[in-house]
């Protein structure tokens, strides 16, 4: 027994003794912190570098002015350091940016408008806001309406992104012509031209960054620019996967129906899926039917053969 109690209380020692070695180590100095790989596969916390050159679809993000750098700094600390979260806009990027980016492109938009559409809903193509706001671009109802889509408790083409991101390009290059910038569209995509004109106006400035503006809106182009930043550079802020951990578009084809369809999980076993996967690929389709009283003609996504393992 004595035996024991004095290997017990070895162990105690040595034990006690780790501890304050540990409680001693130094945390990085400035002269090392930059040397070593960025926060990769650790606990802690550090304060970030502010990059060069941040701008949004060209301009320039004037963070040499004190409030400016602390608002992007704010942001980037933001978003780097909910790790859940970013990880899961770098899967669903993935996924969602080869649909969106080819018609930005064709539609003479700035690429930078993807980051848009990531803070807006997370790029989760089911999103409602508290406003009703609805799809990866959160478009409001009557503002669907007006510009063409299909919105009502059968069908919402909001949450078809395709047509959507015609939709908020059209919006934003309206936007661009009124305001003069593109900054200043993105943050009325926000706050509404009106409302943009309005405190430009009021304030005597031609700026977003000279704005002064709600938490909201204020903080609208900083969070495109964070995301921006952080999806363009995985490894400098910690991020760390392989591509086979992204999500993956699953390739479709496109069935014209011009008529009603009085059962979609009928209609869906058809093409060897099943409800479920058809609304997944249609979230446009808000119910088990389509009444089309009007015979219009829709195009719905059919995943091709192979991805999915249906049972019958």
């Known amino acids: 027994m004595k035996t024991l109690k004095n290997i017990l209380a070895i162990v105690g020692l040595l034990c006690v003794s780790g501890l304050f070695i540990f409680s001693m180590q130094k945390a990085p100095s400035d002269e090392t912190i930059g040397k070593e790989d960025p926060i990769v596969n650790d606990y802690n916390v550090y304060a970030l570098e502010m990059p060069e050159g941040l701008n949004f679809a060209g301009e320039k993000v004037p963070v040499e002015n004190p409030d400016i750098y602390e608002r992007m700094d704010r942001e980037l600390l933001v978003n780097t350091y909910w790790q859940s979260n970013g990880l899961l806009l770098f899967k669903r990027a993935q996924k969602y940016f080869p649909i969106i980016e080819p018609i930005l492109e064709k539609n003479g938009v700035p690429d930078d408008f993807k980051y848009l559409a990531v803070i807006e809903s997370g790029l989760i193509p089911t999103a409602v806001s508290p406003a009703r706001a609805s799809g990866v671009w959160q478009i409001m109802s009557a503002t669907g309406r007006e510009n063409g889509l299909e919105v009502n408790a059968n069908v919402d083409e909001r949450y078809n992104l395709e047509m959507a991101t015609e939709v908020a390009c059209k919006y934003l290059k309206k936007a661009k012509e009124q305001l003069g910038s593109w900054t200043l569209a993105a943050a009325a995509y926000n706050a509404g031209n009106a409302g943009i004109s309005r405190r430009l106006e009021e304030q005597g400035v031609s700026n977003y960054y000279d704005l002064l503006l709600g938490e909201e809106t204020g903080r609208y182009m900083f969070r495109i620019v964070a995301l921006k930043e ?45 409800y479920k996967i058809l609304k997944i690929h249609n979230p446009w389709l808000r119910e088990g039917h389509l009444n089309n009283r009007s015979r219009k003609l829709y195009h719905i996504e059919i995943p091709k053969e192979g991805y999915y393992n249906v049972q019958p």
């Open 230 to 274: 952080i999806l363009n550079n995985p490894s400098k802020y910690g991020f760390n996967f392989n591509k086979s951990d992204l999500y993956k578009y699953i390739p479709t084809y496109k069935v014209e129906v011009d008529t009603a369809v009085t059962d979609f999980s009928k209609f869906a076993k058809q093409f060897g899926i099943n």
